[in-house]
Each structure stands twice: as C-alpha cells, then as structure tokens.
C-alpha cells in the first residue's frame, strides 16, 4: 500500500510509541479500570494530593540531539573530559506541583526515604505517591519509614514496565534532553538547582518547584 492510499484511508505518518514485551496487559487494563480511579477518589474524599516519582541520572558526557555539519566533518562538541554524573529524585502532581531532589550517590531505600522525609514536610496531610516497584521503594526501611508517618505518605505501585502511566517521565524526557545542551559542567559539582527545576517546569506545566530555590 502505497503513501497516497494509506493517506487517502485516514493514515499519517508517525513515529510509533513503545511498549516493553514484558508488560502485563491485564495489570495495565486494570490500573485503568479500578486501581487509578480508586486512588483518584480517596485523595479527592479527603483533600490528599496524588503525586507520581521517579529518578533519572544525567552524564557530563552525554550528548543529545544532532546538528548540521560540513558533509564528511563531524561536528564536534567541546565538554569536560571527566565523566561526571548527577541523579535527581522527583515527584508531579496531578494538581501540578512538583518536588525534586538532587543527589549524586547511587539511588538506594536510604535516598528514598530522604525524600519522603523532605515531601511530608511540605505538607499537612497525606499524599499518595505512585512508583514503579524497583527494589528500593519496596525495600525494609522504606517500608519501616510508612509505618512510622501513617499519615504523611501511602505509596501506590504501577503495573512493571509502564513507563507511559507516569508523567514524571515527561519531566525526565526533557531534562536528559535539554540540560546537557544548557549546562556544561566541569566538577562533579551538582547543576544549578534553579535550572533543573526551570526545565522541569516547562516540561510538566507545573505551578511549583519546591528545594529550597525557586525557578530562575
């Protein structure tokens, strides 16, 4: 089937999304059907925010993008020859706020219940939090950490390999995208925190960012 009758039939050319092999149908179809709404009522009933997390790790010497070129020249792109690398811990909100953290150590139950500790004290009542089911969120100490702040926050997992189910992963979409173009770094000295924050921003809509900086 040519171009002209796929068009004239109602197609478009389009870059397809993706899908992990791995991922459990009948545990997305009812995410969608009982779960999510599920959550979505509680926090409603009882004027709780609902927030989704994640983590993403930013390299020196990533490189993003392309550029045009002298055909037979490619360009070059001059940065730090030290590999050096930042992690950051964030949450969004379905009422649009977001919260992050940056750290540079590997992310571990003891970097997640930091940052449970910094987002319950930004709030006076709970918070459900939505994460994947990597080992660390469901590890002891985090699970000793809830038991001990019943009402600070709940966590709720999502379906495995649905990454398309969390809006957090616009967020870190645009940061590997757009920080290692704005921000050329030299040290293993973290990223100003108001650029992280001012491209996650833009990224997910948000109305706050919330580490101790506002956006530049």
């Not at 571990?108 to 459900?128: I, K, P, S």
């Amino acid at each position: 089937m040519g171009w002209a009758s796929t068009s004239s039939a109602g197609g478009s050319f389009q870059r397809p999304d993706k899908r992990a092999v791995e991922q459990d149908p009948e545990a997305v179809a009812q995410w969608h059907a009982e779960s999510w709404p599920r959550i979505g009522a509680r926090a409603r009933a009882d004027g709780d925010e609902v927030l989704f997390a994640d983590q993403i790790g930013i390299r020196s010497d990533q490189v993003t993008g392309r550029t045009w070129g002298e055909k037979g020249r490619t360009p070059i792109v001059r940065r730090s020859g030290n590999r050096l690398s930042v992690n950051a811990m964030s949450a969004i909100s379905t009422k649009g706020r977001m919260h992050f953290m940056v750290f540079t150590e590997s992310f571990t139950a003891e970097v997640m219940f930091r940052f449970l500790d910094r987002l319950a004290g930004q709030f006076g009542h709970e918070n459900h939090l939505v994460v994947d089911g990597y080992s660390a969120h469901r590890s002891k100490k985090v699970r000793d950490w809830l038991a001990a702040h019943p009402d600070a926050v709940e966590l709720h997992f999502r379906p495995a390999y649905s990454p398309e189910l969390n809006p957090d992963e616009l967020v870190n979409a645009d940061l590997e995208h757009s920080l290692p173009k704005q921000h050329q770094a030299r040290d293993q000295t973290c990223p100003p925190t108001p650029g992280v924050c001012r491209y996650a921003v833009a990224a997910s809509r948000s109305r706050h960012c919330d580490d101790g900086h506002s956006p530049a």
